[in-house]
Nanobody, 120 residues
Framework: QVQLVESGGGLVQPGGSLRLSCAAS????????MGWYRQAPGKQRELVAV???????NYPDSVKGRFTISRDNAKNTVYLQMNSLKPEDTAVYYC??????????????WGQGTQVTVSS
């Protein structure tokens, strides 16, 4: 089994910054992709950023240039640096990881979510 634990959410004023962290633990052999998604009230969950084990990243236009995803493979941890935050960034942010276990089983895992609120 694999667990993802997120931290770093909170309340920030427009234009401010936050850094989210997500640590994976458990029966992990390899984590190919780690990413962040978000879900605002009444909306579908959407991609925020993804990063492969090789460091390739992808962002939607809505956050490109403001958000930066990074990871520490040795710690099985992914980070999301969010700058120039806007009220429309308000959402619950979820960590995601595609994990190959020590038993060679591939699974798609999610964290519990962390609230990010951008408001004055």
């Amino acid at each position: 089994q694999v667990q993802l634990v997120e931290s770093g959410g909170g309340l920030v004023q427009p234009g401010g910054s936050l850094r989210l962290s997500c640590a994976a633990s458990g029966s992990i052999f390899n984590i190919y992709v780690m990413g962040w998604y978000r879900q605002a009230p009444g909306k579908q969950r959407e991609l925020v950023a993804v990063i492969t084990s090789g460091g390739n990243t992808n962002y939607p236009d809505s956050v490109k240039g403001r958000f930066t995803i990074s990871r520490d493979n040795a710690k099985n941890t992914v980070y999301l640096q969010m700058n120039s935050l806007k009220p429309e960034d308000t959402a619950v942010y979820y960590c995601n990881a595609v994990v190959t276990s020590v038993n060679s089983e591939r699974g798609d895992y999610w964290g519990q979510g962390t609230q990010v609120t951008v408001s004055s």
